[in-house]
């Protein structure tokens, strides 16, 4: 038949809206032979949050006025599921976008639904009132669809389901909303709004983020800009060397106390997205909304040179070249002695300027001596948090192993046998968790279970995503055989 008509596209309005409306105004009785005019094949069928394997002629249509790279950031769910997800990753999963193939849920890391939720398109009201009088007609907005925003932004109405479910399983068609949404009757009879200011802030702040403009060619990540702007906080050590991620999700339950969505974030998450193993948008804007970061600095992420560990050292540093004592200068800075003695030691250790410092209020201490005594201990300790078989493997560390000895981390970083026999163990938590699969897969051979990628996962206490990351490394550390099963069953 081929397309005689194809409808301008909307502002801020989803790919698959403006699908549905040509779908509408075209005049096909059925959904098949759009289907056929429109997608290359009938795989690339009906995706409601991005775009898949469109023709040529159709894509040439929405990108008249503006690239395809805008195209796509402005009129799919891009904006949403790649904004935070590590560089690499997110180029890697544009560039699929681009071809428009590809598992998207998985390249973008797009969160599974809870068990026994649903998700349905939804539609502002006010909004509804607004396009029709203004184009004739209403549409899908993308800002309506968000997860975790159940407010309009420019409104400030509960946004209303629709009858269209987002699950192409469950329903292949293209329904345009002035289809879907109730014609004839006064739609602002629906609107309702929720007494609570802080939800509408945080919906609004989401927004403004997902509207941003991103930088593709940005290495910035979650993980180092979070541990930046933590510095100064109590979230983050007077060093910066370690998270307090159980206060900080405890602080943020009381602030955003009331909000739906703060109900269904856990610890475990809140620690997993400041490691930078999870990447969900809304839990990232609540983070960084509650320690006062603006929309326009969180869309960049712009993180400084020097960490906070390094800015503490260097202070550190110059007040000792000042003559002040280790005393004096934990004093200073509001900390203990023992932690600007580990800073000193850290210092020192990297050799930084060639520089010899006399630490004040410090016993002499035979570090050759020590270090001799400890090294078959921290060896011990070491092969302990590898795993006998029976434990899960822990991730080896300074303080993992200072932890054991009951020894203070920088006291370790001073005997150089002991540093060296850690650092050669230290590792990627990619290749921790290659190291969890091992051990999961082995326990499961042993009780004479089959291998099923859930059970990997509950034994290992990994996420799919997590051990599928951690495949490349697995390759490496364990045998061909384990392997090839464990790359079977994901």
């Given at each position: 038949?081929?397309?005689?008509?194809?409808?301008?596209?909307?502002?801020?309005e989803?790919?698959?809206?403006?699908?549905a409306?040509?779908h509408?105004h075209?005049g096909?009785l059925?959904?098949?032979?759009?289907?056929?005019?429109?997608?290359?094949?009938?795989?690339?069928?009906?995706?409601?949050?991005?775009?898949?394997?469109?023709?040529?002629?159709?894509v040439e249509h929405l990108?008249?006025?503006?690239t395809?790279?805008?195209?796509?950031?402005?009129?799919?769910?891009?904006?949403?599921?790649?904004?935070?997800?590590?560089?690499?990753?997110?180029?890697?999963?544009?560039?699929?976008?681009m071809?428009?193939?590809?598992?998207?849920?998985?390249?973008?890391?797009?969160p599974?639904?809870?068990?026994?939720?649903?998700?349905?398109?939804?539609?502002?009201?006010?909004?509804v009132?607004?396009?029709?009088?203004?184009?004739?007609?209403?549409?899908?907005?993308?800002?309506?669809?968000?997860?975790?925003?159940?407010?309009?932004?420019?409104?400030?109405?509960?946004?209303?389901?629709s009858?269209i479910?987002f699950?192409s399983?469950?329903?292949?068609?293209?329904?345009?909303?002035?289809?879907?949404?109730?014609?004839?009757?006064?739609?602002s009879?629906?609107?309702?709004y929720?007494?609570?200011?802080?939800?509408?802030?945080?919906?609004?702040?989401?927004?403004?983020v997902?509207?941003?403009?991103?930088?593709?060619?940005?290495?910035?990540?979650?993980?180092?800009?979070?541990?930046?702007?933590?510095?100064?906080?109590?979230?983050l050590?007077?060093?910066?060397?370690?998270?307090?991620?159980?206060?900080?999700w405890g602080?943020?339950?009381?602030?955003?106390?009331?909000?739906?969505e703060m109900?269904?974030?856990?610890?475990?998450?809140?620690?997993?997205?400041?490691?930078?193993?999870?990447?969900?948008?809304?839990?990232?804007?609540?983070?960084?909304?509650?320690?006062?970061?603006?929309?326009?600095?969180?869309?960049?992420?712009?993180?400084?040179?020097?960490?906070p560990?390094?800015?503490?050292d260097?202070?550190?540093?110059?007040?000792?070249?000042?003559?002040m004592?280790?005393?004096?200068?934990?004093?200073?800075?509001?900390?203990s002695?023992?932690?600007?003695?580990?800073?000193?030691?850290?210092?020192?250790?990297?050799?930084?300027?060639?520089?010899k410092?006399?630490?004040?209020?410090?016993?002499?201490?035979?570090?050759?001596?020590?270090?001799?005594?400890?090294f078959?201990?921290?060896?011990?300790?070491?092969?302990?948090?590898?795993g006998?078989?029976?434990?899960r493997?822990?991730?080896?560390s300074?303080y993992a192993?200072s932890k054991r000895?009951?020894?203070?981390?920088?006291?370790?970083v001073?005997?150089?046998?002991?540093?060296?026999?850690i650092?050669?163990?230290?590792?990627t938590i990619?290749?921790?968790?290659?190291r969890?699969?091992?051990?999961?897969?082995?326990?499961?051979?042993?009780?004479?279970k089959?291998?099923?990628?859930?059970r990997?996962?509950?034994i290992?206490?990994?996420?799919?995503?997590?051990v599928i990351?951690?495949?490349?490394?697995?390759?490496?550390?364990?045998?061909?055989?384990?392997?090839?099963?464990?790359q079977?069953?994901?």
């Amino acid at each position: 038949m081929g397309i005689a008509y194809f409808p301008e596209i909307y502002p801020d309005e989803l790919v698959y809206s403006v699908l549905a409306r040509c779908h509408l105004h075209s005049g096909y009785l059925y959904y098949k032979d759009v289907e056929q005019d429109l997608f290359r094949s009938k795989q690339g069928r009906v995706d409601k949050e991005f775009v898949k394997q469109l023709k040529p002629e159709i894509v040439e249509h929405l990108t008249k006025h503006i690239t395809m790279e805008e195209f796509l950031e402005k009129h799919t769910m891009y904006p949403y599921y790649g904004r935070f997800i590590d560089g690499n990753r997110r180029n890697m999963a544009f560039g699929a976008l681009m071809s428009m193939e590809g598992d998207f849920s998985k390249l973008f890391c797009v969160p599974k639904l809870r068990k026994g939720e649903k998700r349905y398109m939804r539609y502002c009201p006010l909004c509804v009132l607004n396009d029709r009088e203004k184009y004739g007609e209403t549409y899908w907005h993308r800002m309506h669809q968000m997860r975790d925003v159940n407010l309009c932004a420019v409104h400030g109405c509960c946004l209303i389901e629709s009858t269209i479910s987002f699950d192409s399983r469950e329903f292949v068609n293209l329904v345009s909303a002035e289809e879907a949404i109730p014609l004839g009757e006064d739609v602002s009879e629906y609107v309702t709004y929720h007494d609570i200011p802080l939800e509408l802030e945080l919906v609004r702040y989401m927004v403004k983020v997902f509207l941003q403009p991103i930088d593709r060619s940005s290495t910035a990540s979650v993980k180092n800009y979070f541990h930046s702007k933590m510095a100064g906080t109590p979230y983050l050590s007077s060093r910066g060397e370690h998270k307090y991620f159980h206060r900080l999700w405890g602080d943020m339950k009381i602030f955003y106390s009331g909000l739906a969505e703060m109900g269904n974030v856990t610890d475990k998450q809140i620690q997993r997205m400041l490691d930078g193993s999870r990447f969900v948008f809304s839990e990232i804007c609540m983070t960084a909304m509650f320690l006062q970061i603006s929309a326009e600095e969180l869309a960049i992420m712009e993180t400084p040179v020097k960490k906070p560990e390094q800015l503490f050292d260097e202070k550190v540093m110059e007040l000792l070249d000042g003559g002040m004592g280790i005393k004096a200068i934990a004093k200073e800075m509001g900390v203990s002695p023992s932690m600007v003695r580990m800073a000193v030691g850290l210092v020192k250790s990297k050799g930084k300027g060639g520089r010899k410092y006399t630490i004040r209020n410090s016993n002499a201490i035979d570090w050759d001596k020590l270090d001799k005594k400890m090294f078959p201990m921290v060896k011990n300790v070491i092969c302990d948090l590898h795993g006998n078989g029976e434990k899960r493997p822990e991730k080896v560390s300074f303080y993992a192993v200072s932890k054991r000895l009951n020894i203070q981390s920088h006291r370790l970083v001073k005997m150089e046998q002991c540093k060296k026999e850690i650092e050669q163990h230290i590792e990627t938590i990619e290749q921790y968790r290659a190291r969890k699969v091992i051990w999961a897969v082995n326990v499961l051979q042993s009780e004479g279970k089959p291998l099923i990628c859930w059970r990997i996962c509950s034994i290992a206490k990994l996420e799919k995503e997590e051990v599928i990351s951690s495949l490349p490394y697995l390759k490496e550390m364990a045998e061909p055989e384990l392997y090839k099963m464990v790359q079977a069953i994901l």
